[in-house]
């Protein structure tokens, strides 16, 4: 099942992807996050979408993030070697992980803005896990029952800020650098962990990144057995699972994304996250 969070008369209003056309599921105001962290399940939602007596066309519609404030979002940095190579990093043998805020988040064909303050704005083509429940103490044999679905994702990094610091939050957070969708697809549609993937970006058509999710260092049940041995882990969660090598700062020259690029996620199965680049416009 595909589903996704659409603006309808300004509001956030979670739909289902239902023979080419986007069947809304509850009155505007209520995302896909609100109702997985209401503890509908898979059933539930087809349900709803079989019930649905409103459609919008995918091509007229516009896609707000799957969850506009996920309770958590995880990010884990160094998860394939080839782009652990490209920074200036060791490989650790421990999930490098850090958080974003939700206004980081963005959407699907939103304009991403380059900051006035940088001009180092970079692409990291990534596959984003949706946690359908939570607990704490999760084992790696069962964690990816906890798994909703999956979205494609683009973990959007300003680095002059990322690398002012040893901390990498600020430049991991800018407002609206963290896109995600189009579209969450469940995981009983798609292999177990969302593994053996292939994942491109694409900027202005030109491929930057080409690798497979079965490439990551540490696989979604581990990243999610992980983290839960600290932090208690709820519905609605998400996490973007690492990106590989072939990003702007890891290139000679260094490629940073400009006023006018339209930068592309693929994910095999999962689908298509585009976004286009636009200069901020700094206050007068």
């Known amino acids: 099942m595909k589903l996704a969070t659409l603006q309808i008369d300004g509001a956030p209003c979670a739909a289902a992807l239902v023979q080419g056309r986007l069947a809304l599921l509850a009155a505007p105001g209520t995302d896909l996050g609100a109702l997985l962290r209401q503890g509908k399940t898979l059933a539930d939602l087809e349900r709803l979408a079989a019930a649905a007596t409103q459609f919008v066309d995918p091509d007229r519609a516009t896609f707000l993030s799957p969850s506009i404030e996920p309770p958590k979002i995880l990010c884990v940095g160094l998860n394939y070697a080839d782009h652990t190579k490209e920074s200036p990093y060791a490989q650790p043998d421990y999930p490098t992980l850090f958080l974003r805020v939700s206004t980081s988040l963005g959407a699907h064909d939103a304009v991403v803005e380059r900051p006035a303050l940088s001009d180092t704005l970079d692409f990291e083509g990534e596959m984003v896990?949706?946690?359908?429940?939570?607990?704490?103490?999760?084992?790696?044999?069962?964690?990816?029952?906890?798994?909703?679905g999956y979205a494609v994702?683009?973990?959007?990094?300003?680095?002059?800020?990322?690398?002012?610091?040893?901390?990498?939050?600020?430049?991991?957070?800018?407002?609206?650098?963290?896109?995600?969708?189009?579209?969450?697809?469940?995981?009983?549609?798609?292999?177990?962990?969302?593994?053996?993937?292939?994942?491109?970006?694409?900027?202005?058509?030109?491929?930057?990144?080409?690798?497979?999710?079965?490439?990551?260092?540490?696989?979604?049940?581990?990243?999610?057995?992980?983290?839960?041995?600290?932090?208690?882990?709820?519905?609605g969660d998400i996490i973007f699972s690492g990106t590989p090598a072939g990003v702007g700062f890891g290139r000679t020259p260094k490629l940073y994304m400009k006023d006018g690029d339209t930068v592309e996620v693929d994910i095999e199965r999962i689908g298509v996250l585009r976004n286009r680049i636009r200069d901020e416009v700094s206050a007068a």
């Open 129 to 148: 896990v949706v946690l359908g429940k939570g607990g704490r103490r999760i084992s790696k044999e069962q964690a990816l029952d906890h798994v909703f």
């Open 153 to 235: 994702g683009n973990e959007i990094s300003v680095r002059e800020y990322q690398f002012k610091s040893p901390q990498w939050t600020v430049g991991k957070n800018f407002d609206g650098t963290g896109t995600w969708g189009p579209y969450v697809v469940t995981a009983d549609e798609l292999p177990a962990g969302g593994s053996g993937l292939r994942i491109e970006t694409r900027l202005n058509g030109e491929t930057m990144q080409s690798s497979n999710t079965r490439d990551m260092l540490f696989d979604v049940a581990t990243v999610i057995s992980t983290v839960s041995e600290a932090i208690t882990l709820q519905a």
